[in-house]
């Protein structure tokens, strides 16, 4: 076999430092900078078979092995981590720090692209455009040219006015870091729209983007990051080297910008790099808008991924202010309210962050900063609080309404009952008080002020996830309601998108619930199945011994031991050791002694071992330990 390896074109970026066929030795090409791991090449074969790609160093491959494209570039899919050898962790002496990865080439698939991450190039950013040159609001401008001569796109959305403020977004100042454009796309996309969020928006602020502030870079497939003699974010000083620096600087002065937004993406792996944040200078004022904003993306973000954390620097600490850093060059401008860099993942090892989440999660960005009542530097009070509101009227709800339902009625047909009320509270009254008429049995009542909130327009992300797996637990409850009416219901769920997966691993409970209530057993353990996969790791035990029982009532005994014996191999390598002062330990080691109790195999061993678990576990509750020991005692007669 040979193999041939190109990356002359757009984005393109690979050394091959040996080339022997089904083995082939790469490196990312520096091109004069620091060491850094963007790489970007094409890999045609010569005949079907596999073919591995070495790195002589460490941390170049993600957490979700390398990005491949099989028609040239145009879509782009993760290829797994099972197809990567990553190299040692730091401090294992002499262990190998060389880290690879294997593609199995076919007879109809001999030329692939690889790269580090999923590209996002020029090209892309056209096919944008073109999907949005209709719009009326979407406005592309002429701007800076590089050094090179290449024309920087700005676009605007939006139009200037009374009381419209500025606001400027920026990504790509390192080249590599593609991730960011595609929450670039879903934030301009939701900017343009004529949903209440982009409406909403648009009449608050007019928008400034450079999508691609290194373009030059991105097209030539460069590093970005620490390009010598400084990077593009390392350059708004008084003499920018960069004319598309430049221009941004003169943009935020003709413009009065006091909003500024840059995005990001980390370092590969590993650590906070694997978790979105902000970084910036944190002033009082934009620490506390950050923070806002943080409580906003909770209830507006996909909810399958995570909310970022706020690492922004302690301007009084020493040299932590850098005004060379886009973000803290607009953090220091007079009247600047909010500016702040946000670092995307690459990808992440626990949620599979593609193209399309990044989009997702850009959209439901705008709609977290539509919800903002900004403080400025005088930290004057930003009214009303409507998030802090929203979560304490939540809290308290969840945590009384069993106890005190006279009380949380009175709260939320207050909110009902007050047209001022800020709409999320309406919103979330009417979802609440669904539980409530539930928790009561008048499943007929919670459906009506479920729908009511679930079909609100103003309803938040998390509030409209939150109402449909409520509308399944309601829908369930209801004596007449066919299996046909709760596979709708379902149904209606899971096209929603980006649930978390608690929220999935709860919807596909209560729906393997029903039908078993039912006893459509296949049903109800087909659904059980699909809730291991994004069930908690405490809580997977919990599911295969409930498949077991499943089983069983559907007199499969077979089935119903396998199950048990799946769930005691799960559960051996959570518990080695087991958690101490773990409630969730507590819950998996009684859960493996439920286990293997029903196995018939097991040994009578194997039995007192994991009751002495149970028994031996601080967390456990004494009525547990009591049924363990009665169970133990039985067994040895």
């Known amino acids: 076999m040979s193999v041939a390896i190109r990356s002359d074109f757009a984005g393109g970026n690979v050394t091959v430092l040996k080339n022997e066929g089904s083995e082939v030795e790469i490196t990312p090409d520096l091109r004069g900078g620091k060491p850094w791991f963007y790489w970007h090449f094409e890999a045609t074969a010569s005949q079907s078979g596999r073919v591995t790609f070495t790195f002589p160093n460490a941390q170049r491959v993600g957490v979700r092995g390398p990005a491949y494209s099989v028609d040239g570039g145009q879509n782009w899919h993760w290829l797994g981590a099972d197809h990567v050898e990553y190299a040692a962790p730091p401090g294992n002496g002499t262990a190998s720090q060389r880290e690879s990865f294997y593609y199995d080439f076919t007879a109809e698939i001999r030329k692939v692209r690889f790269a580090v991450a999923i590209p996002y190039l020029q090209d892309n950013l056209e096919r944008f455009l073109r999907e ?160 806002e904003f943080i409580a906003w993306l ?20 020493p040299n932590a202010i850098n005004r060379s850093i886009n973000s803290h060059h607009f953090a220091l401008r007079d009247g600047s309210v909010f500016a702040a860099t946000l670092e995307i993942p690459y990808t992440q090892a626990t949620v599979l962050l593609d193209q399309n989440l990044a989009r997702a999660y850009g959209r439901g960005m705008l709609r977290a900063w539509n919800r903002m009542q900004f403080k400025s530097a005088d930290l004057s009070d930003r009214g009303a609080a409507e998030n802090a509101q ?6 308290t709800f969840q945590k009384t309404f069993r106890s005190k339902p006279q009380e949380v009625e009175a709260m939320a047909q207050g909110y009902l009952a007050d047209p001022s009320a800020p709409a999320l509270l309406r919103v979330e009254a009417n979802h609440l008080l669904s539980v409530l008429r ?38 369930s409850a209801i004596a007449t309601t066919t299996a046909a009416q709760f596979e709708l219901a379902l149904k ?45 790791g405490y809580e997977k035990g919990k599911v295969l011994n409930r498949i077991a029982s499943l089983h069983e009532f559907a007199k499969e005994p077979n089935k119903a031991i396998a199950a048990r014996t799946e769930a005691v191999e799960l559960l051996r390598k959570q518990l080695s050791p087991a958690p101490q002062r773990s409630v969730f330990g507590a819950m998996m080691v009684s859960e493996q002694f439920t286990a293997i109790c029903g196995i018939p195999t097991a040994t009578l ?6 009751g002495e678990m149970v028994l031996n576990h601080d967390i456990v509750s004494a009525e547990v330990k009591s049924k363990v020991k009665q169970a133990l005692a039985e067994l040895e007669e």
Request: contains cysteine.
């Open 132 to 291: 949005h040159q209709t719009n009326q609001h979407l406005k592309r401008l002429p701007f800076a040219k590089t050094r090179n001569g290449t024309p920087i796109e700005l676009l605007q959305i939006g139009e200037p006015g009374p009381n419209v403020k500025a606001m400027i977004v920026t990504a790509r100042h390192h080249a590599c870091e593609s991730m960011a454009s595609y929450v670039m796309e879903g934030w301009l996309h939701e900017a343009m729209s004529d949903s209440p969020a982009g409406s909403s928006f648009r009449a608050k602020h007019v928008l400034f983007a450079i999508p691609l502030v290194d373009k030059d870079g991105v097209q030539a497939g460069d590093q970005g990051k620490n390009r010598p003699p400084h990077d593009h974010n390392r350059d708004y000083g008084e003499m920018p080297l960069y004319p598309e620096i430049k221009a941004i600087q003169d943009l935020g002065e003709a413009q009065r910008v006091r909003y500024a937004l840059d995005m990001h993406c980390p370092a590969l792996r590993g650590d906070i790099h694997e978790a979105f944040h902000f970084m910036g200078l944190g002033l009082p004022h934009i620490k506390d808008n950050v923070n």
């Open 492 to 536: 209606d769920f899971q096209q929603l998108p980006y649930p978390a997966l608690e929220q999935q691993a709860k919807a596909l409970e209560i729906a393997s619930n029903f039908h078993q209530m039912r006893q459509e057993y296949a049903r109800s353990i087909e659904l059980a199945r699909q809730q291991l996969p994004v069930a908690a």
């Open 390 to 395: 929203l979560i304490e009227f939540r809290t």
């Open 605 to 610: 061993a194997e039995k007192r071992t994991a």
């Open 438 to 475: 539930l928790q009561q049995k008048r499943p007929a009542e919670a459906l009506q002020y479920c729908d009511v909130a679930r079909n609100d327009p103003l309803a938040s992300t998390y509030q409209q996830i939150a109402a449909s797996v409520q509308r399944l637990q309601i829908v």
């Open 298 to 317: 909770k209830e507006e973000r996909p909810q399958l991924a995570m909310a970022p954390i706020n690492v922004l620097a302690d301007p009084a600490k």
